[in-house]
């Protein structure tokens, strides 16, 4: 069965970065990309970026995309977020997500989401 | 960005009653558009795509339809696991957008 299993929650300092794994399981990487969604706490879903699994191309929201960085490796099936520069409103859960880039299978299996909590 | 205005915000039924959710985007997104489901500390999950398209494993109570820009997600008979918050999200284009959400409560 498909699966994405994220890492563990992460504190962080204002100011610092914070890196945030996703591995995924039961169907070929390299056919999907992957978006990342982010939601603060009592908010909606914010979508903040997508990368490709197969040649790099990437697409990042503009809210984020000073501060944000998306990889892959295809070696270990394993997607990457990184936020630099920590706010205290990046507080939020943070959800890996399939995403083909096209077509309809979009946002369609999602992790368990990776909590990360901006503290000083 | 494409603008996804979700309606109602909040919305009190009762169990068996029909209830609608709407969307609609600020411009044409084809049938790219897909209703989620989130209940309180899980990730959200998947109901509808391409419009009005019934995800495998998901009750047929559930039902997606569009009308140009206005896309309509109906519960026809809401049941107790029903009760969650709902949320439209376009792929047309780049940034992906979601509706700010519907939370569903008993009455």
């Known amino acids: 069965q498909i699966q994405l299993v994220q890492s563990g929650g992460e504190v962080g300092k204002p100011g610092a970065s914070v890196k945030i794994s996703c591995k995924a399981s039961g169907y070929t990487f390299t056919t999907y990309g992957m978006s990342w969604v982010r939601q603060a706490p009592g908010q909606g879903l914010e979508w903040m970026g997508w990368i490709s699994g197969y040649n790099d191309k990437k697409n990042y929201a503009e809210r984020v995309q000073d501060r944000l960085t998306l990889t892959t490796d295809t070696t270990t099936n394993t997607a990457y977020m990184e936020l630099r520069s920590l706010r205290f409103d990046d507080t939020a859960v943070y959800y890996c997500a399939r995403d083909r880039g096209g077509g309809y299978d979009i946002l369609d299996y999602w992790g368990q989401g990776t909590l990360v909590t901006v503290s000083s | 960005d494409i603008q996804m205005t979700q309606s109602p915000s909040f919305l009190s039924a009762s169990v068996g009653d029909r209830v609608t959710i709407t969307c609609r985007a600020s411009q044409d997104i084809r049938n790219d558009l897909g209703w989620y489901q989130q209940k309180p500390g899980k990730a959200p999950k998947r109901l509808i795509y391409?419009?009005?398209s019934l995800e495998s494993g998901v009750p047929s109570r559930f039902s997606g339809s569009r009308s140009g820009t206005e896309f309509t997600l109906t519960i026809s008979s809401l049941q107790p696991e029903d009760f969650a918050t709902y949320y439209c999200l376009q792929h047309w284009l780049y940034p992906r957008t979601f509706g700010q959400g519907t939370k569903v409560e008993i009455k």
């Open positions: 391409a419009a009005s």
